[in-house]
């Protein structure tokens, strides 16, 4: 999956053509106002490109958060006024400085660009219906993929349509897996990855994989007390995913996961101020501990004088990094030559736990070496604390369809992007 070839687009292949293009502008929107623009201003590039190159009509269509389907379309419609992707229009139509047309159905005009209401208010779009696609492909000579953060979902507009139309990347697909391969293809070395949030269960299978490649790998936030627990640490009420709901019968258990990779990974090859030999895999030394998440003061508890719980109670949970952890992970990132991070160190929203996050943000800021970022929360993070999209060297705008193809799994919506 990694040396993907992807189909790119040429001039000859666009001109007086008519183009589909599934774009992700599943954007924040705040009382009717988008909050962040960033997924349409990445949709640009193809867009100019195919202006530029005098393709016949552009036809964009996207899906826009998490609609209730009613048995009648129009029904839908009716009840998810505030889904409706005609909020995008103004803003596109200042960028590209062309009037956009909206549809909502699929009986569409000859204007030369549209865009289509919310894929998602159609019931087929999740269930990759074969007639939404055959609808949706009728109406053009070629698909575009340009949405990479929806391409690991098997959906209409994704999956389906690629196989009754050739089918091309855009330019912020490519773009995005080229980043993201630069961690899966001779990364420069040392390679960190950072790893946090709460729910391991969407990042166990690119930890496992990127565990092989990397030299270090960081793990804070709530996905560290899998780890805690597995080295026999009392993580008191600490949040803990040990088995997903749905999982549950195949009998995946995350805190054995942990352990096993800990065992996989014991051998010390790194040495910190070449001299210190470190693990590969390091979690936390020390925690911010709280009876809440409101907890206003917090505590500082060293792990490793804490063993028998001697300085925390059975009622309390660990909530960020500690400071001896922030400065042991700030110095390996500071040697790191690439960084791959996903979740925040702790629960970031909140004062007393923000600690850690914004530190290993700034020593990640700070790295001479290639940063690529990705995870909704670890962007709002960087964001809340006012970094600059420039202190890193990447981005991405998705998250769970970045650590599927980190994992190495194909993905849905790419198997028919890649050139035979
Ligand atoms: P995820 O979607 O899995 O990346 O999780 C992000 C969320 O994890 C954020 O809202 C954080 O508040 C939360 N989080 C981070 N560290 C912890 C922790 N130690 N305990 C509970 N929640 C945490």
Known sequence: MFNMNL???????????????????????????IQDTRRIDISLETINFLLKHESKQIILMSHLGRPK?????????????????????????????QTVEFYQSTEIGEEKIILLENLRFWEGEKKDDKHLAKNLAKLADIYINDAFSTSHRAHASV???????PAYAGFSLR????????????????????????????KVSAIENLAKIADTVLVGGGVANNFLKAEGFNIAKSYLQ??????????QNFVEFANKLLDENQQEHTLLDNFIPLPKIIYPIDVIAGNSMDDEKGKEVNLLDCIEGSC???????????????KLF?????????????????????K?????????????????????????????????????????????TSGGASLEFLSGKELPGLTNLVEK
Request: hydrophobic share 35%; aromatic share 8%.
């Open 352 to 396: 007393t736990f923000s600690r850690g996050t914004k530190k290993i943000a700034h020593a990640v800021a700070l790295s001479s070496g290639e940063s690529i970022l990705g995870g909704g929360d670890t962007i709002s993070a960087i964001k809340k604390f006012k970094f600059d999209n420039e202190d890193f060297t990447y981005i991405s």
């Open 7 to 33: 189909k790119a687009l040429k001039p000859q292949d666009v001109k007086n053509k008519k183009i589909i293009v599934r774009v992700d502008y599943n954007v924040p929107v705040k009382d009717g106002v």
């Open 242 to 251: 040990d088995v997903p709901a749905d999982m549950k019968k195949q009998g």
């Open 175 to 202: 773009h995005e897996i080229e980043m993201l391969s630069k961690l899966t293809k001779d990364p420069q070395k040392p390679f960190v990855m950072i790893i946090g949030g709460a729910k391991i269960s969407d």
């Open 159 to 165: 999956s389906a349509i690629s196989h009754l139309l």
């Open 69 to 97: 389907t009613a048995d009648k379309y129009e029904d839908t419609i009716k009840q998810n006024k505030e889904l409706s992707l005609k909020v995008v229009i103004p803003v596109l139509e200042k960028e590209i400085k």
């Open 312 to 326: 925390y109670t059975n009622d309390d949970m660990f909530l960020d990094i500690g400071p001896r952890t922030i």
């Open 330 to 350: 700030s110095k390996v990132i500071e040697n790191a030559k690439t960084i791959f991070w996903n979740g925040p160190m702790g629960v970031f929203e909140t």
